[in-house]
């Protein structure tokens, strides 16, 4: 499916988002680079609770994920705030109370 989007719309450097709705008010964003795809997805929870235990897994899966141990694993990155991918979409799309969780998948190793 990716190999077809075309995201090269450049604007300050940066790669336009490709905004993908998979349900009313969720959405995930895909950033097509050269030689890397990132999916960006904002967290959005309903208990308070929930956005407590997803903040702290989150944060767990970032230390583990760019360990060395798992070197070959997409790199993964948990923030509060939207990455800079990101500037430039509807605010109302990004308000999210579990941040925003991030997977980079090089191009190199994929076979088409």
Same mark, same amino acid.
């Given at each position: 499916?990716?190999?077809?989007? =075309?995201? !090269?719309d450049v604007?300050?450097?940066?790669?336009?988002?490709?905004?993908?709705?998979?349900h +009313?008010?969720?959405?995930?964003?895909? &950033?097509?680079? $050269?030689?890397?795809?990132? /999916?960006?997805f904002?967290?959005?929870?309903?208990?308070?609770? *929930?956005?407590?235990? /997803?903040? /702290?897994?989150? !944060?767990?899966?970032? *230390?583990?994920? =760019?360990?060395?141990?798992? /070197?070959?694993?997409?790199?993964?990155?948990?923030?509060?705030? +939207?990455? +800079?991918?990101?500037?430039?979409?509807? &605010?109302? *799309?990004? $308000?999210? =109370?579990?941040?925003?969780?991030?997977?980079?998948?090089?191009?190199?190793?994929?076979?088409?």
């Open positions: 499916m990716l190999m077809n989007v =075309n995201s !090269q604007a300050q450097g940066m790669y336009k988002p490709i905004k993908l709705v998979y +009313p008010r969720e959405q995930f964003y895909v &950033i097509k680079q $050269s030689q890397k795809i990132t /999916a960006v904002p967290m959005l929870f309903k208990e308070k609770t *929930d956005v407590i235990i /997803a903040t /702290a897994f989150f !944060q767990e899966l970032m *230390d583990v994920a =760019n360990s060395k141990a798992c /070197a070959k694993a997409p790199h993964c990155i948990w923030s509060p705030i +939207p990455p +800079p991918e990101l500037r430039g979409e509807a &605010i109302e *799309d990004l $308000s999210t =109370n579990g941040g925003f969780v991030s997977f980079g998948i090089t191009l190199s190793p994929i076979k088409y």
